[in-house]
């Protein structure tokens, strides 16, 4: 079943950082760890990556150099000590919303 776009797109900044919380990637890496992890829920395109990237780049929260690899030049993204700070905020955001849900849903007749 597909997922509301609403749902996806505000949690996004965050799944990408915890991405590159674990290892420096470039965009097509973080593309396809993403969809694999996510049993292919999160699907983001070039188009919408890209955007999200400079975006976090502008506000710091990761940087970018380039690294040749099998004689092919890719920027590849880093997360920065303020990234690693908003992660871990938004990953406690993250954990009392979701607890709330769950509680909400459970209460309403046991639909989880």
């Known amino acids: 079943m ?19 919380s674990e290892k420096d990637m470039y965009g097509y890496e973080m ?38 690899v099998a004689g092919k030049v890719r920027k590849y993204y880093r997360i920065t000590k303020e990234g690693r700070k908003y992660l871990d905020q938004k990953q406690e955001e ?8 769950v509680n909400v849903m459970s209460l309403a007749g046991g639909v989880v």
């Open 94 to 101: 993250w954990k009392i919303f979701s607890e709330a849900i």
């Open 31 to 68: 593309i396809e760890t993403l969809r694999n992890r996510s049993q292919n829920v999160f699907e983001l395109k070039a188009g919408t990556l890209y955007p999200l990237l400079h975006g976090l780049e502008e506000k710091l929260l990761l940087t970018v150099y380039e690294k040749e």
């Open 2 to 20: 597909p997922i509301d776009r609403s749902l996806v797109s505000g949690s996004t900044t965050m799944l990408l950082l915890k991405l590159l």
